[in-house]
């Protein structure tokens, strides 16, 4: 029956796929095949044999017989017909056949077949394949006779492809088996270094209670091998005598499969110490969903169950420490709601603890203090931590100081809080603050006084030092705290000679409760040089005993000056006194003894003398009056805009009659300069100075009074004589008080010594300067130096 195109189809694709699944095309060549084409070839006495397979395009030879192609077109073949017929097929004769365009089979290009008989190759499932066919190049090479010999080996090939299938499915199964036992193994393996490195306890027991496996952590913590205990029954000497039986019922509940839960149990090591280990048990169910292994894995918890004891202990002791605590301890929230706050902290406050907790800290510090409240939560942020003072309100409104150290915690399991610490420094703070103003006053008084200051330790080093005192020694403070005192400025006497610490009455000071005052001592400056010091050391005791020395002392340089300077003159002016008061006497004596009643022209002339000796004591008292006023700074300049030449003339009228007495001639020869001076002392001095000259004049000279300007704020004045001169190392002394160039002159002219030592001081207050030039026997000119009046000596300079 004729196919039609659609069967041939299907036809074709199943034979394609029964190809793919034999696996025949461009294979190598098989034996047993080869063998069966051969034998083919043998009973047909056919030159050519061959077993093919048709695919799309083509027949595959997988098995010849006297020829090498591989293949052939599909249109050339003859098989076509056979496998599409799915019966033997003869052909006598090709040149025969219409089929053939070539008229022959042509296998290559030399081999062209006249003679074909070929066999179709079925599957089980009746699918033809290909073909066994025998070919001739004679026609009617073959005979119908010998087509089930053919069919026959047909079939044995397909049996052997099938075989092949079958075999290939085995392999494949076995490869299968193979992957999954080696996969097996890893998995083994993976699990085996698993049990060996985990620091977790495994015990795998059998539902016999046998073990099974015992892994490395197990052997480290019981001391047992794992070659000792496996294949054991339950190991009895794990467990205490007293959890033995525990360990069995647990053991029994999972292997029953109920449910176990976490359980802790003592293991006892082979050396017999014991670990608390906490297991937890799960089972292994077969295929069948029986439960074949208990698996037990275990922690050892000694340490930690341990530590949790001690922490326990501790924590308890830490609750009595912060109850028992006289600070403050306190947890708060990050609002800065109070979380806790120990008994003894609240009650300070004035509240109980109940009362202070759940509230904000914020409401209880002091209103003046509430800035600090942001920077403390700036830094709890910035830093976790924060330390300083707390001011707070008590509950009876008085304040209350706590120096804190804060600490922001961030526990797992609770929300983050604030840990604090602080002690109650309130009283420690007024006690502070009146320390604090006791030293500022001490610092004041020790500043303010006059007198040097310091205080040393027993050993004699610096505690502190005023500054007035540090001055005084050439120092400053600083340079002196902490220094020993004594070979810094008491180590030598005022000769030089040393000065031992033994022999300090300073130093003694520390051995005796009462206060020495030590008058005549120096004390030796940074510089080398000394002060005359008068001081007094006293003792400086607390609680009872000396714990160094303070000592108050004042340098008397000037008030040794100033005794030496009264002793002296105390002395100068008695004797200048004593003097005329002599001579006084002396003519008064002469004059009550009635001597001279008998001759009153005596009497007239000791009267004289008394007279000229008190005017001469009168003079000299008011000469001292005079200079005192003037030298101790008491006089007042009323300065005045006055004229030198004026001046000059002035002073030379009120001396006219005694120079013409004198027998001498005053010549005033000025520059018309402003002076900025005191008339009256300036007369006064211009008028000592003339009637020295005139003393000191013979009669006939002259007397010249002179100024000018000596610079834009100087003016220069000269008072110049032809007397008797002064020698030259007498020019500076004249000026001092009582000197006189000679001994007699006071007496012979009637002078006290004072005079130019007045007109020293007035010239200086003026800021001008005096002094003498002079030739023995030509004369003397004594210059006086004087401010100008500034105004106008732009002016007159510029005139002239
Ligand atoms: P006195 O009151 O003795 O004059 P002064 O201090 O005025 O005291 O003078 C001191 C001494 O200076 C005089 O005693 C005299 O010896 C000397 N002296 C002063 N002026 C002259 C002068 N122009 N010529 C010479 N000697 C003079």
Known sequence: MPQTATTLHRGEAERLKALLQYGVLDSPSDPSLNEIAALAAQITHAPYAYVGFLDANRLFFKSRVGFSEREQPREACACQYTIQDSQPLLIQDTAKESRFAAGAICLSEEIRCRSYMAVPLISPAGIVVGTLAVLSTEPGAFDQGDVPALEILARQIVTRLEYYISIRHQERTVRARQRIERALTVERNFVSAVLDTVSALVLVLDTAGRIVRFNPACERISGYSSAELVGRPFPEELFLDEERDRAHALFRSARSGAPTEPYEMHWVARDGKRHLIAWTATTLADAMGEVSFVITTGVDVTEQREAEAALRSS???????VEGSLGMVCTHDLEGNLLSINTHAAENLGYKPEELIGQSMYGHIQDDHKHGWDS?????????????????????????????????????GTPPFVLGHGIDITEKTDAENKLHALMRQRESILESVGDGIYGMDMEGCILFVNRVGAHMLGFEPEELEGREIHPLIHHSRADGTPYPWEDCPIQKTRHRHTAIRVLDEVFWRKDGTYIPVEYVACPLVANGNITGVVVAFQDVTERRRLDRMK?????????ELRTPLTSLRAALGLIAGGKLDQRPEKAGQMFEVAMANCDRLVRLVNDILDFERISNDKLRLERTEINAVDLLRRVAELQHSSAQNAGLRVLVDAEPVELWVDNDRLVQTLTNLLSNAIKFSPPGSEIKLLARPLNESEALIEVRDEGRGIPAEKLDMIFERFQQVDASDSRDMGGTGLGLAICRSIVRQHGGRIWAESTVGKGSSFFLSLPRHVATAAVHDAIS
């Not at 830093?383 to 961030?410: M, T």
């Not at 002793?567 to 004797?575: M, Q």
Request: hydrophobic residues 35%; positive net charge; charged residues 30%.
């Open 567 to 575: 002793d002296e003159f105390i002395s100068t002016v008695s004797h």
């Open 376 to 412: 403390y939560w700036r830094a709890m942020a910035e830093h976790g931590e924060d330390q300083g003072l707390l001011y707070l309100k008590k509950k009876d409104g008085s304040p209350c100081v706590i120096a804190f150290r804060n600490k922001l915690l961030n526990l797992p």
């Open 315 to 321: 924590e308890a002791r830490y609750r009595q420490l």
